[in-house]
């Protein structure tokens, strides 16, 4: 009995991973951008809240077209935020226990936070932008090439050669 094989990522998923760094980049500077002269008038968790909302619907195009090179779609669109709500949660919880904690302040502790939630922000994007590749990704049976769905016949039935 081998040992099983640990598939490393391919050329496309690094790539992937690459841009989806570029766009948070963009996405933090965004968000920074609004956090900071709103932060002048309003408290820091409301100036993060509106700059989180202004660089999520930006994330939301630069991931669809940039990231997974996919159109997007009023379901996508719509269920896009409702997945950010674990990197809302992630961030939010960053940035009190940072700001609240750890003594932090509260004009640096939203680039930390932020920084905490790239693995989940990774995941669930991908999760929402790229319906149905995970389950053709598990099966190898069920993709074809380039992971689209496979084109072939169905088996036919095996036969036993013993009488009924």
Same mark, same amino acid.
């Given at each position: 009995?081998?040992?099983?094989?640990?598939?490393?990522?391919?050329?496309?998923?690094?790539?992937?991973? +690459?841009?989806? *760094?570029?766009?948070?980049?963009?996405? &933090? %500077?965004? @968000?920074? !951008?609004?956090?900071?002269?709103?932060? /002048?008038?309003?408290?820091?968790?409301? +100036?993060?809240? *509106?700059?989180?909302?202004?660089?999520? &619907? %930006?994330? @939301?195009? !630069?991931?669809?077209?940039?990231?997974? /090179?996919?159109?997007?779609?009023?379901?996508?669109?719509?269920?896009?935020?409702?997945?950010?709500? &674990?990197?809302?949660?992630?961030?939010?919880?960053?940035?009190?226990?940072?700001?609240?904690?750890?003594?932090?302040?509260?004009?640096?502790?939203?680039?930390?936070?932020?920084?905490?939630?790239?693995?989940?922000?990774?995941?669930?994007?991908?999760?929402?932008?790229?319906?149905?590749?995970?389950?053709?990704?598990?099966?190898?049976?069920?993709?074809?090439?380039?992971?689209?769905?496979?084109?072939?016949?169905?088996?036919?039935?095996?036969?036993?050669?013993?009488?009924?």
């Amino acid at each position: 009995m081998g040992r099983p094989t640990r598939r490393l990522p391919s050329a496309d998923q690094w790539g992937r991973l +690459a841009r989806f *760094a570029v766009v948070g980049g963009v996405n &933090t %500077g965004t @968000f920074y !951008l609004c956090y900071l002269p709103l932060h /002048r008038v309003l408290p820091y968790f409301a +100036a993060y809240t *509106a700059g989180f909302l202004v660089s999520l &619907t %930006g994330s @939301f195009f !630069l991931n669809t077209y940039f990231t997974y /090179r996919t159109r997007p779609s009023w379901r996508k669109f719509l269920l896009f935020p409702l997945t950010q709500v &674990t990197n809302y949660a992630v961030q939010s919880a960053g940035l009190v226990a940072l700001v609240g904690w750890c003594g932090l302040s509260s004009t640096v502790a939203p680039l930390l936070a932020a920084l905490l939630a790239i693995p989940f922000t990774y995941l669930v994007s991908r999760r929402i932008l790229l319906p149905g590749r995970r389950k053709a990704a598990a099966d190898p049976r069920a993709a074809g090439p380039g992971g689209s769905p496979a084109q072939t016949a169905p088996s036919p039935p095996v036969r036993s050669n013993e009488p009924a």
